[in-house]
């Protein structure tokens, strides 16, 4: 057969009548042919805009695949409107507004196509069309990979979309194709969108990957099947679900996602069975709005790369978990919003780095028979309206099992904490809750920490081997008669039963109603708000003209002595006031101390402390100095419990809180220092003449955690500034070491020690009163090194310090 001719073998009923002729022109083999006939064509490029109108074969020559180029200049290249079958074919359009490849009617079998073109799309099928395309493949980087619209089907086996610059395959106005082993990849779009109601999509096996886009998009009441399918290596969300879109996915894989794996939004509903979730950079599932709702069946979500919870259900959404294991994630569940819920059943939440269940803002949570192990937090209902229950769960190894704050009410029923670092269960900041028949066993904490206002009920828990005390409640609790604001506790039972020989608690404080006879049947004593540590004897109070005259001793600082002369001074007329039968003004003792390190903060903070306490204002007057590191854990719940614990140890005295605004840094992102002062500022209010805070720090640090923090600096009267010292000061310091030490500054030591400070940077490493310390330090080695080489020293030269004893400048 020449190059360029087309061959038509013309078929009819009997052998007879079967005859071969050839044509120049596909055009003209094609009006020739009836339906049957079979055309082969010779290899070559035709630039023929073909219309298949009858059942014919189309195809090129065997064994030499690829050899017919079909690449009209504009226009489609090949539009299919019959049960025809074309094989073997290499079609290239170059049309932006036409497909490249039409099937307008008909069942045709298309198979072994390559489809390269810079079209609209690459195959597009419409209408009554119900094409079955096998081992195609389309490259199609200007427009859509596959197209099925207006109510078309088919079925595409073992096709590949190599690129496409919009979606990989389209389906909209009621069109449903089935696609099977297919692979999508390379395309600037979603991989598969699918959109308009009654548009549908069955997939099974199918590849989906490489996408500048969603894997998987479907929208507007669309609905979609996908079996044994993979999405992965996505640029956005691997699915997308928006509008009343209807998702079911079995045996699927979607892994290696930058944002959300999953993504659901206005009422869409999406089925999981025997699905992974994995390698994702913000949610595994992200679930949004009334009515939106995923059931996930034996599925396993995690290796979360992110920093982001591996379930999100907000703004009323709903999430059902059966069966289902979520692992090494930063936080495993979190449900946010009024009506938003998430019901957890025979599931595995474990190695999450914060809290496995998170519930805040109204929202719900029921777990059944679920177990949480290697979390920081195992569940945490977070406040007002917040609740739910679990029911029959195990918590292991986690830093506390439960968390309840801010006036969440959960019920806890028939659940097991085992082992954890902190707390068994903990209620703060007014949480309630209900907990029956509940277990702590080995706490390196407490089993139960209850908070001060914590309306708590617990029947029938107990607690084992827990090393701060099973029990651990502020005052005000009942046993069962609903008085007092603290918890109400019945036929509850520890371990501590049995080896403590203190008196029972009063009944206005706690007991515990007998369950059957001979069981352990009462609640541990009230243990101390802090740990019962053997404390050093008080030393005695010094009166506040004792204090005071130390603090004029300090070297400098005279803003610093007349801001707290000032401060003492309204305290004292106000008690006086008082005690004359008169209103005394309120002075707000929290203090802000800004200024560089070594200006003597700490110090000023200990001596306003004892100058408190000598005026009866505070009870002790003791100093407690914390930083970050001492306030923030390392996991969701700790931060707070950390804070308590330092709040209670300064209790009657001062909270010297150094370097405060690190607990609000500029880019805190997830940090938890906001943690630390949401709970300090709770305690401030809360215990407002317990404590007195002082925070402290740089000035313009200190003036931008002010800013961004208001309830933190409308606790606070005023703020006192520690100007750096001035170089005659910082001589007069070191004079002031060596008198103590009894050491002295022979002639010109003075001098140069002045020239020294005069001349010392002053950059942020400035350490003022510290550096004027570390300056004498050094001149006594210097000068160490320079008398040990005298064989007789005499006391002048045992204490006389020299210019020449002096560091070099750095």
């Known amino acids: 057969?020449?190059?360029?001719?087309?061959?038509?073998?013309?078929?009819?009923?009997?052998?007879?009548?079967?005859?071969?002729?050839?044509?120049?022109?596909?055009?003209?083999?094609?009006?020739?042919?009836?339906?049957?006939?079979?055309?082969?064509?010779?290899?070559?490029?035709?630039?023929?805009?073909?219309?298949?109108?009858?059942?014919?074969?189309?195809?090129?020559?065997?064994?030499?695949?690829?050899?017919?180029?079909?690449?009209?200049?504009?226009?489609?290249?090949?539009?299919?409107?019959?049960?025809?079958?074309?094989?073997?074919?290499?079609?290239?359009?170059?049309?932006?507004?036409?497909?490249?490849?039409?099937?307008?009617?008909?069942?045709?079998?298309?198979?072994?196509?390559?489809?390269?073109?810079?079209?609209?799309?690459?195959?597009?099928?419409?209408?009554?069309?119900?094409?079955?395309?096998?081992?195609?493949?389309?490259?199609?980087?200007?427009?859509?990979?596959?197209?099925?619209?207006?109510?078309?089907?088919?079925?595409?086996?073992?096709?590949?979309?190599?690129?496409?610059?919009?979606?990989?395959?389209?389906?909209?106005?009621?069109?449903?194709?089935?696609?099977?082993?297919?692979?999508?990849?390379?395309?600037?779009?979603?991989?598969?969108?699918?959109?308009?109601?009654?548009?549908?999509?069955?997939?099974?096996?199918?590849?989906?990957?490489?996408?500048?886009?969603?894997?998987?998009?479907?929208?507007?009441r669309a609905s979609a099947h996908l079996t044994d399918c993979t999405v992965h290596r996505t640029s956005a969300d691997g699915v997308t679900l928006d509008t009343d879109a209807v998702l079911t996915l079995a045996d699927c894989d979607i892994h290696d996602i930058p944002e959300n794996a999953v993504d659901l939004r206005s009422r869409s509903v999406l089925t999981l069975t025997r699905s992974t979730v994995r390698r994702f950079g913000r949610n595994g599932l992200s679930v949004w709005d009334p009515g939106t709702r995923v059931d996930a069946n034996q599925c396993e979500i995690h290796d979360s790369t992110g920093d982001y919870p591996a379930v999100w259900v907000s703004d009323g959404a709903t999430v059902i978990l059966d069966s289902c294991r979520v692992h090494d994630v930063p936080d495993a569940i979190f449900v946010l919003d009024r009506g938003s819920r998430a019901d957890v059943v025979d599931s595995d939440l474990t190695q999450v780095r914060n809290t496995a269940v998170s519930v805040s803002d109204g929202a719900t949570a029921q777990l059944d028979d679920c177990?949480?192990?290697?979390?920081?937090?195992?569940?945490?209902?977070?406040?007002?309206?917040?609740?739910?229950?679990?029911?029959?769960?195990?918590?292991?190894?986690?830093?506390?099992?439960?968390?309840?704050?801010?006036?969440?009410?959960?019920?806890?029923?028939?659940?097991?904490?085992?082992?954890?670092?902190?707390?068994?269960?903990?209620?703060?900041?007014?949480?309630?809750?209900?907990?029956?028949?509940?277990?702590?066993?080995?706490?390196?904490?407490?089993?139960?920490?209850?908070?001060?206002?914590?309306?708590?009920?617990?029947?029938?828990?107990?607690?084992?081997?827990?090393?701060?005390?099973?029990?651990?409640?502020?005052?005000?609790?009942?046993?069962?008669d609903g008085q007092g604001t603290g918890p109400v506790v019945e036929d509850c039972t520890s371990d501590e039963s049995a080896l403590r020989t203190a008196t029972p608690p009063p009944p206005t404080v706690l007991t515990a109603a007998q369950s059957a006879p001979g069981l352990l049947g009462a609640v541990p004593a009230q243990r101390p708000a802090v740990p019962a540590a053997v404390e050093a004897p008080a030393e005695p109070v010094r009166t506040s003209g004792a204090v005071l005259g130390e603090l004029d001793a300090l070297v400098g600082l005279d803003s610093v002595k007349r801001e707290v002369r000032a401060l003492t001074d309204m305290i004292e007329v106000g008690r006086r006031r008082l005690e004359a039968g008169l209103k005394a003004a309120s002075v707000r003792r929290h203090l802000v101390f800004t200024g560089s390190p070594g200006t003597g903060k700490t110090t000023v903070a200990r001596l306003y402390g004892e100058i408190l306490a000598s005026l009866g204002v505070l009870e002790r007057g003791h100093l407690v100095e914390v930083s970050r590191v001492d306030l923030v854990g390392e996991h969701i719940g700790s931060t707070a419990i950390r804070t308590q614990e330092a709040f209670e140890r300064a209790r009657g005295g001062v909270l010297f809180v150094d370097e405060a605004y690190a607990l609000s840094p500029e880019d805190s992102g997830r940090d938890f220092g906001r943690e630390a002062i949401d709970t300090l500022v709770k305690l401030m209010e809360d215990h407002r003449d317990a404590v007195v805070v002082i925070v402290a720090g740089y000035t313009h640090e200190m003036e931008r955690f002010l800013t961004v923090n208001p309830g933190v600096a409308s606790r606070f009267s005023r703020t006192i500034t520690f100007s750096d010292y001035e170089p005659a000061e910082l001589l007069r310091i070191v004079e002031q070491q060596a008198e103590e030490h009894e050491y002295s500054l022979a002639e010109g030591t003075g001098e140069a020690l002045l020239k020294y400070f005069t001349e010392l940077p002053k950059g942020p490493a400035f350490g003022n009163g510290r550096t004027a310390r570390q300056t004498f330090e050094s001149m006594v080695e210097r000068h160490a090194g320079r008398v040990a080489q005298l064989a007789e020293p005499s006391t002048d030269d045992l204490t006389l310090l020299y210019p020449e004893d002096l560091p070099e400048l750095p």
């Open 1 to 220: 057969m020449a190059q360029g001719t087309v061959q038509v073998t013309h078929t009819g009923t009997s052998r007879w009548r079967r005859r071969t002729g050839e044509y120049a022109s596909l055009t003209a083999a094609l009006e020739a042919a009836a339906d049957g006939d079979v055309l082969t064509v010779a290899p070559g490029t035709y630039r023929e805009n073909l219309v298949l109108h009858r059942a014919v074969t189309l195809r090129g020559p065997e064994g030499s695949v690829g050899s017919v180029r079909i690449a009209p200049v504009d226009g489609v290249p090949l539009t299919v409107r019959a049960s025809a079958v074309v094989q073997d074919l290499h079609v290239e359009g170059q049309d932006s507004a036409a497909p490249a490849l039409l099937v307008e009617d008909g069942a045709p079998e298309l198979a072994d196509l390559r489809i390269v073109t810079r079209s609209a799309a690459g195959i597009e099928v419409r209408g009554a069309a119900r094409p079955n395309v096998r081992r195609c493949t389309v490259d199609n980087p200007a427009g859509v990979g596959i197209a099925v619209l207006d109510g078309a089907g088919g079925v595409f086996e073992e096709c590949e979309i190599v690129s496409a610059g919009q979606s990989g395959v389209s389906v909209r106005d009621g069109a449903h194709p089935r696609l099977e082993r297919c692979r999508i990849h390379h395309s600037s779009g979603a991989g598969l969108s699918i959109t308009g109601e009654g548009s549908g999509l069955e997939a099974i096996g199918c590849e989906v990957y490489e996408i500048k886009g969603s894997g998987i998009q479907v929208t507007a």
């Open 371 to 480: 177990r949480i192990r290697e979390a920081s937090t195992g569940a945490w209902f977070r406040d007002h309206g917040s609740g739910g229950t679990l029911n029959n769960c195990t918590i292991d190894t986690a830093q506390t099992g439960v968390i309840v704050t801010k006036g969440a009410d959960p019920t806890i029923e028939r659940c097991t904490v085992t082992s954890p670092a902190e707390a068994g269960f903990y209620v703060s900041a007014e949480g309630r809750g209900t907990f029956d028949s509940c277990r702590v066993t080995g706490s390196d904490g407490y089993g139960f920490h209850v908070m001060d206002g914590c309306r708590t009920t617990l029947t029938r828990c107990r607690t084992e081997r827990c090393a701060r005390g099973g029990y651990e409640f502020a005052e005000g609790g009942s046993h069962g």
